[in-house]
């Protein structure tokens, strides 16, 4: 049996305080799935990029892995069949 293999590759942007990510999963037929997320550094706090970079990309990976949840949820919901509707007499 092959190994299917899914890329995700994270963008991160740093503009002042604010840190936004992107997480663009890439499937071998080629589809695409993109997850979004955001950090915002209170002006109190140490100067440490790094933190703004991880909490804004596990922000971005646990918005792509919802957005995961809904598509596999519409297709099982293609995938099943319809309930019987009631019909009041």
Excluded: C, F
Excluded at 31 to 36: A, E, K, Q, S, Y
């Amino acid at each position: 049996m092959e190994a299917k293999q899914w890329t995700v590759q994270i963008y991160i942007n740093e503009e002042g305080d604010a840190t936004s990510a992107r997480a663009v999963l890439t499937s071998r037929d080629d589809t695409h799935v993109v997850g979004l997320g955001r950090a915002h550094r209170n002006p109190a706090d140490a100067l440490v990029p790094e933190i703004g970079d991880e909490l804004a990309a596990a922000r971005a990976l646990a918005d792509l892995a919802q957005r995961l949840q809904v598509i596999s949820s519409h297709d099982i919901e293609g995938l099943t069949t319809p309930p019987v509707p009631s019909r009041a007499w």
